[in-house]
């Protein structure tokens, strides 16, 4: 339904970025202040802070392991418990580098990203870094909508829901969150 069932505020120095969650616990991100925060998550009492250097912008769940993007070209494969760099990954189309990679989703044997600033969502195969896959969101919204948002509302939000096989879509201040299928070969 989208009716939020619950709520927790940050301090208004901290920038919320991606979060990841596990059976346990719940990992979230900050864009500038180069905080990983874990909270317990029946309680959402904070467990623990872990400090990064660079910028978080966002965090997926693999299995026992995060992916996070700060930005660039390259994704961060990170331990869970202790926050370090397990790997990092390039991430590139026809050889070249693809920057700005913002929110992330973990599904299967792929990572997928939105390229903040437009429309095009990419899966990368999470062992080589090579775009897979080119995926257009440039129709969820209807002009009528894209004329009410600002420049930077745009595409920034993927979720993998994995009983029913599809994603839901959304993007900054967007009026809408779409469940689509990805019909991928």
Same mark, same amino acid.
């Not at 129709?139 to 920034?156: F, T």
């Given at each position: ?30 864009? =500038? ?9 029946s ?5 623990h ?25 390259t994704?961060?494969?990170r ?16 050889? =070249? ?10 599904? =299967?044997d ?35 909508? =894209? ?7 745009v ?31």
């Amino acid at each position: 339904t989208g009716e939020i069932l619950r709520q927790q505020s940050l301090s208004p120095s901290l920038f919320a970025e991606g979060v990841a969650s596990f059976s346990d616990v719940l990992i979230q991100i900050t864009w =500038k202040e180069g905080r990983a925060m874990v909270y317990d998550r029946s309680s959402w009492k904070l467990l623990h802070l872990f400090l990064y250097s660079g910028e978080g912008w966002g965090l997926c769940r693999d299995g026992d392991t995060l992916w996070m993007s700060n930005g660039s070209a390259t994704l961060t494969q990170r331990d869970r418990h202790t926050f370090a760099i397990l790997k990092t990954l390039r991430v590139t189309l026809n050889n =070249k580098p693809v920057a700005r990679l913002n929110d992330l989703e973990c599904c =299967k044997d792929y990572l997928y990203a939105n390229v903040w600033l437009t429309d095009w969502i990419i899966r990368i195969d999470k062992d080589s870094g090579i775009v897979t896959a080119l995926i257009d969101a440039s129709s969820l919204l209807s002009p009528e909508d =894209k004329a009410c948002l600002g420049p930077e509302e745009v595409l920034n939000g993927i979720a993998f829901h994995p009983q029913r096989g599809t994603f839901f879509l959304t993007g900054k201040n967007w009026p809408w969150i779409f469940e689509v299928r990805l019909a991928l070969r």
